[in-house]
């Protein structure tokens, strides 16, 4: 088996993946971050890895074929765009673009290139979600209706100060409804549907000092938002990006026009199993729960790694389709659409509901229409500012002052921190 010269850029998240990568036959040949304490503590693990600080620099590293994506959420795409044009194959962690024009460039350079771009949605590969694709696709729920997603995910104060550390940060600013991927992207894989048509509406709930656990977290107010999308199969999807309401959980259903599959709220590794009575197949009830059982070789990789095996079969997937030429389930339209789902619901939900059409990325005029459009809710990492609202609650659009409070009740946050 082939072995792939790997990179890897942004050595937070980006670092959790160096078991899978080696256990796929990956020779982590470079790694590249700006924190250059992050960095050697990360060559002590790969002592043999050039290390970089500059990104220009490490996609020139000698015999470089690939490179795993991992820095800042919304901006993936203008490095991926420089890797992909030197024939460099690009795997992203999360959402690839984070603007619509960022998304037409990403698309223009992947259709150029001699290089693979694959998006590392790892949610879809959880072992429920796998298990749901395999009953789904084998016909006996009959066609996709209806499905819904879920990604909730509460955070509290001591992950804020590691997640969100200053007032400019994306997390600060991100509407949660952009991080839509791990909500989506299974519905998607399990049915084969795609968006076509998506409406959204807000759930923004306003804290105060006196109601919220912490001063970190009473500025953020929660900005999600109910998103439904209308699919080219007649099909509707439910989802909710990054959601913080409720408990802690990652469900998803498929209702079909003979049955539905879902896994279970609160026990989210079993399955659930329903058909109409006349539609049952045979040796199988009208009600089904069991727990799915990996079927593979890989089985105590799959087992060791993240995010319920997601984590290892991204880098296969990935490392296969480079030593294949096949082009990824996730590859470039997939991942594009899937942000463009994420920045027009935002826009929707900001005007309560306005339908917006997703545009087919692989159709040149409907890529020109959005070609110039920067817009984002989010600081760039250069000092660019936002361009437009992050949340549809006018007074908490940050100020100069909000944000100086958020930094000065961080920097009181870290001091406790640091006396314990």
């Known amino acids: 088996m082939k072995q792939i010269k790997i990179g890897i850029f942004g050595l937070g998240r980006g670092a959790s993946f160096i078991d899978n990568i080696l256990a796929c036959n990956g020779d982590i040949v470079a790694i590249c971050d700006k924190d250059e304490e992050l960095l050697a503590k990360r060559q002590e693990r790969l002592p043999d890895a050039a290390a970089y600080t500059n990104f220009d620099e490490f996609i020139e590293h000698e015999g470089l074929e690939a ?4 820095n800042y959420f919304h901006e993936h795409a203008p490095f991926a765009v420089k890797a992909l044009e030197k024939n ?10 984070g603007t619509m024009g960022d998304a037409v460039a ?14 590392a949605e790892n949610y879809p590969f959880m072992k429920f979600n ?3 694709r395999r009953v789904y696709q084998g016909g006996s729920l009959g066609k996709v209706l209806f499905a819904e997603g879920e990604y909730n995910h509460p955070i509290w104060s001591d992950w804020i100060s590691d ?5 400019k940060h994306w997390r600060y600013h991100m509407p949660r409804v952009y991080y839509i991927t791990h909500s989506l992207a299974p519905l998607c894989y399990i049915t084969g549907s795609m968006p076509k048509k998506v409406t959204a509406f807000p759930v923004s709930y306003p804290h105060t000092k006196e109601s919220c656990h912490s001063e970190l977290y009473w500025r953020l107010p929660d900005r999600s938002a109910i998103v439904s999308c209308y699919n080219d199969d007649g099909s509707v999807f439910r989802v909710t990006g990054w959601a913080q309401f409720g408990a802690h959980d990652n469900t998803y259903r498929i209702c079909g026009t003979e049955g539905q599959i879902e896994n279970v709220r609160g026990d989210t590794e079993r399955i659930m199993l329903r058909y109409n009575d006349y539609a049952a197949p045979e040796g199988m009830g009208e009600v089904n729960t069991y727990y799915p059982e990996w079927k593979l070789e890989d089985k105590e990789l799959a087992e060791k790694a993240g995010h319920g095996g997601g984590d290892f079969f991204v880098i296969k997937e990935f490392f296969d389709c480079i030593r294949s030429g096949k082009r990824p389930m996730f590859d470039v339209y997939f991942g594009v659409t899937l942000s463009a789902v994420a920045i027009l619901a935002h826009k929707s939900a900001l005007e309560y509901g306005t339908v917006y059409d997703v545009p087919d990325f692989r159709r040149e005029e409907d890529r020109v229409k959005y070609e110039n459009d920067f817009d984002t809710p989010m600081w760039g990492s250069d000092g660019k500012a936002p361009t437009i609202p ?3 609650l006018p007074e908490y659009i940050p100020t100069e002052e909000s944000l100086a409070e958020y930094d000065a009740a961080m920097a009181r946050h870290l001091a406790k921190q640091q006396n314990k």
């Open 67 to 70: 490179v795993f994506l991992a």
């Open 88 to 97: 460099i194959h690009v795997i992203s962690e999360c959402t690839p673009a």
């Open 106 to 119: 990403l698309v223009r350079a992947a259709e150029k290139s001699k290089a693979i771009y694959m998006l």
């Open 130 to 132: 796998q298990e749901m």
């Open 163 to 167: 997640l969100c550390p200053d007032s």
């Open 390 to 392: 992050n949340t549809d």
